[in-house]
């Protein structure tokens, strides 16, 4: 990479984001640089086959047969998500949610003036109570600082180059994110239908004897399994009768929303109200309980908890979590928390839902008849805390290439930042093709 250097001089900006800026830029308004032309309404279902990519406030949306930009151009969010810029090479269909830029309303460097128009927070102003929106009158009010066009095409190539690379290396994160996804999902897989002695990995004397589960799609489980309706095993939805309201109306337990559930089973206790503020109408649960989500998306996303630690002997919450408890010495609550977390129990729950598009519930018949397979009590205690070792240290893993993802993310702003205020001098890149 060509050595960087700053620029000679700086002057006073008078942009409040930015101190200073090259001597010999200029300062102006954006519309005094680009124009901001509306989208177009185009229903979906009035969309025609074809190869134009339809742009929304949020990237890509669909295709259609013509377009209403020429190429490249830059989209800019209007309603929804207002103030997020995408650029395209191609010819697109720009629709009423975005204003577009592309090189018939503009003077300057498209792929510059995409870098700056990126980072001069035009997601901050929207003024809507309502629907989030981007007023042009005051995107055009708002000031950026304007290199001469060489500069520009200069600034355009080395920020192509820089975020090409920072971006390969967030791809390659993320591509091994999903991997240790894809792992955990199939150590809890084979654990919880096959136990913890995969019959490849052992010499043929050691081997589990093997038996048809009768159902389909299970397969074989090991012979001395069980398999079991739930309520045969669970109370599901366990009521608050063993409670004497007189005696805990006025404690203060846990409660928990949708939100305080995270997708890999952790619970947040911060939230305590008296008992009997949640007597009537939330979900009852002990500690130690199972909890799933019932709704769309929370189960399809995984959204439930062993309730081993939460902070009062019992709790409430939303409506929309089911309760599993497990009968004593047959079931592991431990042990049934890592079955939710499974193909078996996730994908059979999310086909056999229920309700509308949007409201669509797992349903409690759901889960009083998921025919379950299981150990004896003490392998599904040996299964549950193996699983737990596993999955906390692949979460571990996984939260730090997330760390990196956002440093690399946070670098890729630096960069952008650096080069269109003028810290930094690319001169050097003018000469490489945009």
Partial sequence: MAELTKYETYKPSGINWIEEVPEHWEVKRLKNTCSLIYGESLAEEIRQDGVIEVFGSNGKVGEHNI?????????VGRKGSFGKVNYSY??????DTTYFIDDRFTKNQLRWLYYTLDIIGLDKLSKDTGVPGLNREDAYNEKLPLPPKPEQLAIANYLDNQTQKIDRLIANKKAQAERLKELRQIEINNAVTKGLKPNA????SSKV???DSGIEWLGKIPKHWEVKRLKNVADINATKQELKYEEVKDLEVVFLAMESVSENGQIDNSEKRCVSELWEGFTYFQKNDVIIAKITPCFENGKGAWLNNLESDFGFGSTEFHT???HKNRLDNHYFYH????DVFMKIGEAFMTGSAGQKRVSTNFVLTFKLAFPPIKEQIEIANFLQQRTTAIDQLIKNIEAQIEKLQELRKIRIYEAVTGKIKVNAYAEKTA
């Fill in 90 to 95: 191609k010819k697109v269909f720009a629709i």
């Fill in 339 to 342: 079955v939710t977390k499974s």
């Fill in 209 to 211: 004897e093997m038996k």
């Fill in 324 to 326: 599993v408890r497990g």
């Fill in 67 to 75: 377009s209403n930009t020429s190429a490249p151009c830059i989209i």
């Fill in 201 to 204: 990995e052992m010499p043929a």
